[in-house]
């Protein structure tokens, strides 16, 4: 049976059978009259120490004493799993998803899980990317498949099939969805395994996609964004994409909480680096769009493409030059033109920096020939970043 005094033990120090045993075995044991009788008992004595084990103990039993919690057979667990995800699904719809772990695709939601003992879980060893589906076509899917094969790499993560296979079950899953216009995100982890801080004991890699149809309208309009108090990540970090995007969500979420769209890094020579899910560039008052450099910050898949789209906008004469270096607030914040540019925003103007309004506090023409040139070359560039998807 299990004693009162092995509840009263740190949680750690109790063995995990015990603990077990007295959750199941406490409503039984502990009477209100036994409980009351272990309060006397323990006052009688004296000691702070032995009343402070006493009130964790009560509280212990509290916890456990919880009768309504039900336990549920695998199809009762899927029901309501699925139950809960139709409860809280907005405007995306989750289509498909592939898992190594089962090595196959689903179309169930209620299947699209992963497992708990997955290194990327419980450790965050994992690496990931999105792909945007434009119109039965993947968006400049081999340069986000070289990004996210250099992060596992850096991540010491082996990669549990050969790029072209990953490759095509990607497409596969997709075409499986039978989405046009949507996402697809996928992962790459250590896999699953035990819950140890090594992965050694992980039984093999994992791959894991999922195709998300997003019909929601892209917004244009110009936004504010503040510097971020958050630390960016140091560049052994920053350059990877994986999953420890906790500075990333905190830096959001003090944007938001000022009003703002984005919080922007600064890097710790004081420069511009980058946003939490997208890069930044300006268009300085000579007429020059000005890029951060990669070397410290994600290489961004579209803000490279733009540098590439943005060599017409200076044939042109709509802009006298492209820089990609060392930009400073001073030089971004007194730019004609600051834009986000990511695969989630495009490229979007920002009207406001901290208290400073940007150009003439309008969406800037630069960013929106920027934003054409992206619109026009997942509609119809070329094939080298069109992928098509055989539905
Ligand atoms: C930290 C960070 N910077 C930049 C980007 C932009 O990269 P991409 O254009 O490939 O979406 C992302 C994208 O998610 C990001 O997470």
Not at 55 to 75: F, G, R
Not at 79 to 89: G, K, V
Not at 241 to 269: C, F, R, T
């Amino acid at each position: 049976m299990a004693s009162l005094s092995s509840l009263s033990q740190p949680i750690s120090k109790t063995p995990y059978n015990s603990l077990k045993f007295a959750s199941h075995s406490t409503n039984s044991l502990l009477t209100p009259k036994n409980r009351s009788f272990s309060g006397l008992g323990f006052r009688s004595l004296g000691l702070s120490c032995v009343v402070k084990n006493s009130i964790q103990s009560e509280a212990l039993v509290e916890a456990t004493q919880i009768s309504d919690v039900p336990l549920l057979s695998c199809s009762e667990a899927m029901e309501r799993l699925r139950n809960s995800q139709e409860s809280y699904r907005g405007k995306q719809q989750f289509l498909a998803m592939y898992s190594s772990v089962y090595g196959g695709i689903t179309t169930d939601p209620a299947a699209m899980v992963i497992p708990m003992d997955d290194h990327m879980v419980h450790r965050g060893h994992g690496v990931f990317d999105t792909t945007a589906i434009m119109d039965g076509y993947l968006y400049e899917l081999d340069q986000h498949l070289d990004r996210i094969l250099r992060s596992a790499k850096m991540a010491k993560i082996n990669i549990p099939f050969d790029r072209e296979s990953i490759r095509r079950i990607l497409i596969q899953t997709v075409s499986a969805s039978k989405c046009r216009n949507g996402s697809l995100r996928y992962w790459l982890s250590a896999g699953p395994g035990d819950f140890q801080l090594s992965p050694s004991a992980c039984h093999k890699p994992s791959l894991y996609a999922i195709v998300i149809e997003d019909q929601s309208p892209a917004d244009q309009k110009g936004i504010k964004v503040v510097t971020s108090s958050i630390p960016i990540k140091p560049p052994q970090f920053a350059t990877v994409k994986s999953v420890n995007y906790l500075p990333n969500v905190l830096s959001k979420m003090e944007a938001e909480e000022n009003g703002g769209y984005a919080a922007i890094w600064l890097d710790d020579d004081g420069y511009v680096a980058e946003g939490p899910n997208m890069n930044v560039a300006f268009v300085t008052k000579d007429k020059k769009l000005v890029m951060p450099h990669f070397n410290k910050i994600l290489s961004g898949c579209t803000a490279r493409r733009v540098l590439a789209l943005a060599e017409g906008l200076v044939k042109e004469g709509t802009i006298r030059g492209i820089r990609v270096g060392n930009v400073t607030v001073e030089e971004g914040k007194n730019a004609d033109e600051m834009m986000l540019i990511g695969s989630g925003v495009l490229a979007r103007s920002v009207v406001q920096w901290d208290e400073q309004i940007i150009g003439d506090g309008k969406e800037g023409p630069v960013t929106w020939a920027l934003l054409n040139l992206i619109v026009e070359d997942m509609n119809s560039g070329p094939d080298t970043v069109r992928v098509p998807v055989p539905y």
